[in-house]
């Protein structure tokens, strides 16, 4: 970790959140559409 | 149109067609902010512009979703579109309506309301013509948002959600133009844009509502 | 009803599915050289300190936050004069992108101003601005979300853009005009990154590259998404019918 000084708070704050948020809307999407393709699947298999 | 208009306007100053509702929810506001923000007249005073914007605004906003709501709930919206009338006309009749009965009330009581708040008395005849302005183009731009949201149940919420930051334009060109009559300073940029914002929104988007109501009756056949 | 809807989204399923892993990693490998080259090898700028390494986020976020509602602007235009679907459901699959985008660039720009400024928030026009489209962003989602015809949805939404994105440009000036209106010129803006040298820009164009090459990555699988639901539901409308 190089030495932040006085602002080392905000830095990683900063950095904190905004990771949190790409993992979110990227975990979200994967996750999302992972169930999706299962769902088309199981309706596929089912009807034809 | 002009028999549209007026049975707009008879609608709306009927029982329940809102006329009076606007003005008393104004009046609320008005009222609660000392109490939010404590009686010391000085601070009233410098804040009573944008204070008396931002209720006229959200006064103007309760009202949008009855533009459209009784006509389409009992399918004269359906006959409207298809009469000889564009619809575009229909949309612009609509707002102006909206605007003589809520937008309209809503300026002249303004500099009376801006007594409560201390208001500098020489300021009130632009206040008067800067909510006139506004409020002819807060409800075209409501119009719009209504036409959006038409078709919806529950669709206030999110209508103001869609309005409010079209509104932005409006507020800060409205409200600056009174805030620089008090100081004592030319406010003819602010009142001109304002005015900018009003005329293009009324040649053009009356054109959105109407295609966006098109879309509605068409999802709703 | 043919086997698919629609010829166009089989198509792009199967692009978007050949191409994510690809460009996936490519996101990745750009976002980590650049992030840990600007965290950690970097130095701090004279006035600013350590904060001059907020940059390699706020600044590919809010490029990213403009830039992804003028690709839904394109889109929503696509949809309403050639009716491709999947260009309407790609203006949709791109807003949650974009929503975040702009909650990045908010956040990453009050925390950076917060030495400068004493204030956890100020209303300098840049963050304003940014404040505004974050609504407009909201207004887009929800009105997605309400209505229940997909045809509908998706002219609705695309009229609301194109409206949307007029009112943004005017915002955009009318906060400027009234934030000067305070006499305090514009001494608040974050333009650090204007006139930054090389030892800033380099890792700061990695970062950006790598945040264009996620928004793709995130908008191929979240367009599939959104094809594969409509074809749910015209499965089971058809199943329905049967």
Redesign the interface.
């Known amino acids: 970790m190089p030495d932040l000084g006085k602002y080392a708070a905000e830095v990683l704050l900063a950095y904190g959140v905004s990771l949190a948020l790409l993992a979110l809307v990227i975990g979200v999407s994967w996750w999302r559409a992972r169930r999706v393709r299962r769902a088309l699947a199981k309706v596929e298999g089912r009807g034809e | 149109m002009k028999a549209l208009f007026l049975r707009d306007l008879r609608l709306a100053v009927r029982a329940g067609g809102g006329f009076g509702l606007g003005l008393a929810f104004f009046l609320i506001v008005v009222v609660l902010v000392p109490f939010g923000v404590g009686p010391e007249t000085e601070v009233l005073r410098r804040i009573a512009p944008g204070i008396l914007w931002v209720a006229a605004l959200l006064a103007a906003l309760l009202t949008l979703d009855r533009i459209f709501a009784l006509d389409w709930e009992d399918g004269s919206l359906a006959l409207l579109a298809t009469s000889p009338l564009p619809l575009e006309a229909v949309a612009l009749v609509k707002a102006a309506a909206h605007w003589v009965t809520t937008g309209m009330p809503l300026a002249v009581a303004a500099p009376f309301l801006g007594i409560l708040l201390s208001l500098d008395w020489a300021v009130a005849p632009v206040l008067l013509i800067t909510l006139l302005i506004g409020t002819l183009g807060l409800s075209v731009i409501g119009t719009f948002g209504a036409a959006l949201t038409v078709g919806l149940r529950r669709g206030g919420l999110l209508l103001s959600l869609l309005v409010l930051p079209l509104y932005v334009p409006t507020l800060i060109f409205g409200a600056e133009a009174v805030r620089r009559a008090g100081d004592g300073q030319p406010y003819g940029t602010p009142l001109l844009l304002l005015g900018g914002i009003t005329l293009g929104a009324c040649a053009l988007l009356p054109f959105a509502s109407a295609a966006v109501l098109r879309i509605n009756l068409r999802a709703s056949a | 009803m043919s086997f698919w809807e629609f010829a166009n989204p089989r198509r792009f399923i199967a692009l978007s599915d050949r191409l994510v892993p690809w460009v996936s990693g490519l996101a990745a490998l750009l976002l980590a050289v650049g992030l840990i080259w600007g965290?950690?090898f970097t130095p701090?700028d004279f006035r600013?300190?350590?904060?001059v390494?907020?940059i390699y986020?706020?600044v590919p976020?809010a490029m990213m936050a403009i830039n992804i509602w003028v690709m839904m602007l394109v889109a929503s235009l696509i949809w309403l004069i050639r009716r491709h679907h999947v260009s309407a459901l790609a203006a949709r699959a791109a807003a949650?992108?974009g929503v975040?985008m702009t909650?990045?660039a908010l956040?990453?720009g009050a925390?950076?101003g917060?030495?400068m400024w004493g204030t956890w928030w100020a209303w300098d026009p840049r963050l304003t601005s940014f404040l505004?489209l974050f609504?407009?962003y909201?207004?887009y989602l929800?009105?997605w979300a309400?209505?229940e015809?997909p045809?509908?949805a998706a002219?609705?939404t695309s009229?609301?853009c194109?409206?949307?994105s007029v009112?943004a440009v005017?915002?955009r000036?009318?906060?400027n005009?009234?934030n000067q209106?305070l006499h305090q010129g514009a001494s608040l803006s974050l333009d650090a990154e204007e006139n930054i040298s090389d030892v800033f820009w380099q890792p700061l164009v990695i970062c950006i590259a790598g945040f264009v090459m996620?928004f793709l990555a995130?908008v191929l699988?979240?367009t599939?998404?959104e094809i594969?639901?409509r074809?749910?539901a015209a499965?089971?409308r058809?199943?329905a019918h049967a």
């Open positions: 965290f950690f701090d600013q300190g350590s904060t390494k907020i986020l706020h976020s949650g992108v975040v909650l990045m956040f990453t925390v950076w917060q030495p505004i609504l407009f909201l207004g929800a009105l309400a209505i015809d045809d509908a002219d609705l009229v609301l194109l409206v949307g009112f005017l915002s000036y009318a906060v005009f009234w209106g996620l995130l699988v979240r599939a998404t594969r639901l074809r749910i499965l089971e058809r199943a």
